[in-house]
């Protein structure tokens, strides 16, 4: 099929091998996968390599591989989307271009960009003619330069690709890794009845993958403060510890971490670790909450589908400041501000007024649903069509097979 013949884009949608349970990025791609259908694109989805691969050589023939499925599904367009994490930091991905169908545009997703290079010990200096001239990108090898189209997830990357290439990005947001399921109240008292607290004792949301950098353990470490004033209190940590950030080994030794650090701090009892849930489970925890954190050590902006994930559940939510600011994301109106990364105190400044249940929180809650509203999949969905359209459009010529 093609355009041309039946109406639909079909896309190749390229992506790193990692499951939508480990990693980030392969939760957006098979969710973004099914709001394309919805919007009358074909997407397929071409895996690079295997989830358990671990050799540094298996990339260069994964590579390959999907080049060749590429070139069997004769594709309109073909998507790449690009996070160093997902193809486990190898730059070999980055030859991908010169292997695919001739004549079919090429559209690049940089979920990350701006801090790696590969390899890593060549000279930022080196890379700038290189980078000017639109032949090779330090993080991304030829994806950058040889795309039609790069679309990134937020202002902050865009000015980066300018920066370097001298082109201009598509921003199109991301939306939130967990939409609400709905039946709030009946998930409240569910939730509540299998954890043993009350309706009215206060629980305190972290969701996401959990990792070092996320600010975890400085959470565990803010309860004693917080619970001095709720002894009642519980933190949900809804999320899974193995990703492709975080090889199952060092998940292990992490979760046994801040199991140790709560038990340390008296505030074992006060933590439950869900692991990995179903998105339906997830709304559940999330709708039983009374607020959310996100204390990460880095700064927290839109591009955190963690984030949408918890504003599309009207959860009041605390969260770091980047060195850039976001100015997608209201401080103080969608969010409330936690004034120092790895800071214990500072997390528990900015929690206690939203467990309150007071105006503020109500109406940070609102507010965050108003900005949930503009990350919604279906408006995701549309903005990528409509890029595709652009190139791949009635009039354009389809993809060709490979000889």
């Known amino acids: 099929m093609s355009v041309t013949e039946g109406g639909r884009i079909r896309v190749a949608m390229v992506h790193g091998p990692g499951p939508a349970d480990r990693d980030g990025v392969g939760d957006y791609v098979e969710r973004l996968v099914r709001a394309l259908g919805d919007a009358g694109v074909e997407a397929v989805g071409v895996p690079v390599g295997s989830p358990g691969a671990r050799s540094p050589w298996h990339w260069l023939p994964a590579t390959l591989g ?8 004769r594709p309109d367009v073909v998507h790449v989307q690009f996070a160093p994490s997902a193809y486990r930091f190898s730059g070999l991905p980055g030859l991908l271009p010169p292997l695919l169908p001739p004549g079919v545009p090429l559209v690049t997703t940089l979920h990350e960009y701006g801090w790696w290079a590969a390899p890593g010990w060549v000279p930022g200096p080196a890379w700038r003619p290189l980078e000017r001239a639109r032949l ?23 000015r980066q690709v300018r920066r370097r290439v001298g082109a201009a990005a598509v921003e199109v947001p991301l939306a939130p890794n967990v939409v609400d399921h709905g039946g709030g109240r009946q998930a409240r008292v569910r939730v509540r009845d299998r954890l043993g607290t009350g309706p009215e004792d206060p629980l305190l949301a972290f969701f996401g993958f959990v990792h070092p950098v996320k600010g975890v353990r400085q959470l565990v470490e803010a309860l004693p403060a917080l619970r001095a004033a709720r002894p009642r209190l519980r933190l949900l940590v809804v999320g899974g510890f193995t990703s492709q950030a975080l090889p199952e080994a060092e998940a292990r030794a992490f979760r046994a971490e801040l199991e140790a650090l709560a038990a340390r701090h008296g505030v074992a009892d006060a933590v439950t670790f869900t692991g990995h849930l179903p998105a339906a489970r997830v709304s559940e925890f999330l709708h039983a909450a009374d607020a959310g954190v996100l204390p990460f050590t880095a700064g927290v902006t839109t591009k955190s589908g963690a984030l949408l994930t918890m504003l599309a559940h009207g959860l009041p939510t605390a969260v770091t400041v980047p060195d850039e600011p976001d100015p997608a994301l209201p401080l103080g109106e969608a969010v409330a501000v936690i004034r120092a990364r790895r800071d214990p105190a500072a997390i528990a400044d900015a ?8 105006g503020p929180g109500r109406r940070m809650g609102r507010a965050a649903r108003r900005l949930a509203a503009r990350h919604s999949w279906s408006r995701v969905a549309a903005a990528h069509r409509e890029l595709y359209e652009t190139l791949a459009g009635p009039g354009r010529p389809p993809g060709r097979p490979d000889a």
Do not use: F, M
Request: aromatic content about 2%; hydrophobic content about 50%; cysteine-free.
């Open 66 to 73: 999907a080049a060749r499925r590429v070139r069997r599904l």
């Open 136 to 158: 090779w990108d330090r993080e991304t090898g030829r994806l950058v330069p040889a795309s039609a189209l790069v679309v990134v997830t937020n202002a902050s990357h865009a």
């Open 351 to 358: 929690v206690a007024p939203l467990l309150d249940g007071s």
